[in-house]
DNA sequence: TTCAAAAACGTACCTGGTTTGCTTTATGCT
DNA sequence: AGCATAAAGCAAACCAGGTACGTTTTTGAA
């Protein structure tokens, strides 16, 4: 009954090289010159083999890309309000910078991202989705809340990370190096938190 | 030396004729469950014909649809602030509501993109150009001002109106007359630009 | 060893979108 | 009026992502 077996392990190794086949064509050739069925006979794989395990063609390449924004908040110590709870994640995150993961593919993968207009749109569709969980997150953060207001903050929320990792993305793509680009990561990070929680209008302060 | 001619019409009409058949096929059966070649036949035009018209299927209900921030900011009047213009602008158009369209295919509009994830994901990518187009115009509306920092506002304002919309178009999809989702819009326009202009942190007033 | 479930497969198909090359038709000029 | 031209339309073939379906292989356990 389940023993982690030998099947589950071949499935994963199928899975782990379809993908990695399919982000070193993309990498080599482009996004949109690189097709399934390419990615399905490299990786000796049929084609509907390789939409069992991916959905669709960008999914090979943004799966596993969510921040999770809605867990940060659901999951904040006591007393933090959302909006800190998620500042310090994202410093922490920019600290890291590579958490783990393999640094060549990580860089691929932004790579070929940053260079897809589809991708990039995939991306978005992911980030609508987190959206959607925090504004619910939110509601939760503050019951009896107005419900509009959770959805704007959320709204503006996703917008600050997604700028912030589109930013962080194009430096990477451009050739600076990963430990520089965390660094004005961390400095953009506190701007960008700074701006939602006080709004534009710091321009003359009135103390 | 062009006049305005009989050739200049009946490209009109076409294109008219066709956006008009589409709409109304997705209205009665579903985005998705209809095809673009139902529509050339439905239209009397040929397939290619019609993606000479409209590049693809969700151009079809999406064309038109941009509120282009960016002409509200460069256009805005001396001596304003950019949020603040946009402020006005938005309570104009909620003041409108529905500005000289026909109003029935107006909502239809809204009942078939509310209804399609395919459709809102084309939403998105609209809103995506604006906020580009958005940024360039905060940046040249303040020189000399830090180039993250506009990025950064232009994706919460392109955020924030954004939810806007998509609430008001809930309420619409949802059966509420016309004039009243008009009117709740105006406040949430307040609510949502006071969010932008002051940030997240007023829960404790220090005045 | 045997057997049922799960995974992989091959093939054909659908749809959005493009390309090619040909006909029709409005228009501007004489 | 008549004619050349350029725009608009068209039919049919094609491409790529994705799905449906029925078949074969692999695997875990009896």
Redesign the interface.
């Known amino acids: 009954m389940m023993m982690a077996g030998l099947r589950e392990r071949k499935k994963e190794q199928t899975r782990r090289r379809i993908a990695e086949v399919a982000l070193r064509l993309f990498d080599e050739r482009g996004y949109d010159a690189v097709t399934v069925n390419e990615i399905a006979e490299a990786a000796g794989v049929a084609k509907v083999t390789l939409f069992n395990y991916f959905p669709t063609k960008d999914c090979l390449v943004t799966e596993g890309v969510k921040d999770d924004l809605a867990a940060i908040v659901s999951g904040r110590p006591e007393g933090c309000a959302p909006?800190e709870a998620l500042r310090r994640a994202y410093l922490a995150m920019a600290a890291e910078s590579t958490g783990g993961m393999d640094v060549e593919s990580l860089l691929a993968r932004i790579r070929v991202i940053s260079s897809s207009p589809a991708l990039m749109?995939a991306m978005?569709?992911v980030r609508?989705g987190e959206r959607y969980e925090l504004a619910t997150a939110l509601r939760d953060a503050d019951p009896g809340g107005?419900d509009?207001?959770a959805?704007?903050?959320a709204?503006?929320i996703?917008?600050?990370v997604?700028?912030l990792q589109?930013?962080f993305f194009h430096r990477i793509a451009a050739g600076e190096p990963l430990e520089e680009a965390g660094r004005r990561l961390a400095h953009?990070v506190e701007?960008?938190f700074d701006?939602?929680?006080?709004?534009?209008?710091p321009?003359e302060d009135t103390p």
């Open positions: 909006l749109g978005h569709a609508m107005d509009l207001r959805q704007l903050m709204g503006q996703t917008a600050a997604t700028t589109e930013v953009d701007l960008a701006l939602l929680e006080h709004g534009f209008a321009r």
